[in-house]
């Protein structure tokens, strides 16, 4: 006798996925409950159910540990603990007056730059560069340094010497960095172009502590030699970009 498709469907019953897909929805219900149980956790609550939760995860004591410690009440006791020391509150107010602070800081010395070095200014000799939590100022190594040396172009002295007062009257922490292009050099002073750029660096920092009192303690000296460029070292006029060497002021340490 032939079995029609309609009879052996009623004899095997349920199709097989049905079982997968209740298990899934029973799976769904326990979460939904236990997420309901912890919407309002306190002390009762948790030792009622953080028992039952350990054992599912089967983390044993650290689970109970771990979670008690995060969700205890301040002045509320914990399972085998001492009530919680409530903890201070922290204020905005102290960050947003600092940064206040700063701004009006950076605008200030931004503004009396602009205004005391004008003329380097308008002529590249001198560039100024925000970079929103610092300030860079660049000078070209053609028009600061003598070719292939350390010591500073003449007319150039007095130009660092206006620069030097304004970071004296300004806040916050000074880096002083030399940069070389990529052409090699080597001669009895300087092995090569890190000696050459440190070198540079290291003689704009003299002149600001000793022509302007700049305190020590705020500045930091580099020399990166060709390793930072600024543009690709491809042509004369490029490589005359990359000497450089550049004052950071860094806006963070301002305190207004």
Same mark, same amino acid.
């Given at each position: 006798?032939?079995?029609?498709?309609?009879?052996?469907? +009623?004899?095997?019953?349920?199709?097989?996925?049905?079982? $997968?897909?209740?298990?899934?929805? &029973?799976?769904?219900?326990?979460?939904?409950?236990?997420?309901?149980?912890? =919407?309002?956790?306190?002390?009762?609550?948790?030792?009622?159910?953080?028992?039952?939760?350990?054992?599912?995860?089967?983390?044993?004591?650290?689970?109970?540990?771990?979670?008690?410690?995060?969700?205890?009440?301040? #002045?509320? &006791?914990?399972? #085998?603990?001492?009530?919680? +020391? /409530?903890?201070?509150?922290?204020?905005?107010? !102290?960050?947003?007056?600092? *940064?206040?602070?700063?701004?009006? !800081? +950076?605008?200030?010395?931004?503004?009396?730059?602009?205004?005391?070095?004008?003329?380097?200014?308008? =002529? =590249?000799?001198v560039l100024? %560069?925000?970079?929103?939590?610092?300030?860079?100022?660049?000078?070209?190594?053609?028009?600061?340094?003598?070719?292939? #040396?350390?010591?500073?172009?003449?007319?150039?002295? /007095?130009?660092l010497l206006?620069?030097?007062?304004?970071?004296?009257?300004?806040?916050?922490?000074?880096?002083?960095?030399?940069? @070389?292009?990529?052409?090699? %050099?080597? $001669?009895?002073?300087?092995?090569?172009?890190?000696?050459? =750029? @440190?070198?540079?660096?290291? $003689?704009?920092?003299?002149?600001?502590?000793?022509?302007? #009192?700049?305190? /020590?303690?705020?500045?930091?000296?580099?020399?990166?030699?060709?390793?930072?460029?600024?543009?690709?070292?491809?042509?004369?006029e490029n490589?005359?970009?990359?000497?450089?060497?550049? %004052?950071?002021?860094?806006?963070?340490? *301002?305190?207004?």
């Amino acid at each position: 006798m032939k079995i029609t498709a309609l009879e052996r469907r +009623k004899i095997e019953g349920a199709p097989r996925w049905m079982v $997968t897909f209740a298990d899934l929805m &029973a799976l769904l219900f326990a979460l939904f409950v236990l997420l309901l149980s912890f =919407s309002n956790v306190d002390s009762d609550s948790f030792n009622k159910n953080a028992g039952p939760m350990r054992d599912a995860f089967l983390k044993g004591e650290k689970v109970l540990a771990t979670t008690s410690q995060q969700t205890a009440q301040p #002045g509320q &006791a914990g399972p #085998g603990r001492s009530k919680a +020391k /409530p903890q201070p509150k922290l204020s905005s107010t !102290a960050g947003i007056v600092q *940064f206040d602070n700063q701004q009006k !800081a +950076k605008r200030s010395f931004l503004w009396q730059f602009r205004r005391s070095m004008e003329r380097e200014l308008a =002529s =590249s000799r001198v560039l100024l %560069i925000d970079e929103g939590d610092r300030i860079v100022i660049r000078f070209p190594g053609a028009t600061s340094f003598i070719p292939g #040396g350390a010591d500073l172009a003449g007319d150039f002295g /007095p130009t660092l010497l206006r620069i030097a007062s304004i970071l004296r009257a300004t806040q916050g922490q000074i880096l002083v960095s030399g940069h @070389t292009d990529n052409s090699p %050099i080597s $001669t009895a002073r300087f092995r090569s172009n890190w000696d050459l =750029s @440190t070198a540079r660096a290291v $003689t704009v920092v003299h002149f600001l502590m000793e022509k302007a #009192g700049v305190k /020590p303690s705020r500045i930091t000296v580099r020399g990166f030699a060709d390793s930072r460029p600024l543009v690709k070292n491809t042509t004369p006029e490029n490589q005359a970009k990359n000497r450089r060497v550049e %004052i950071a002021l860094q806006i963070s340490d *301002f305190e207004g």
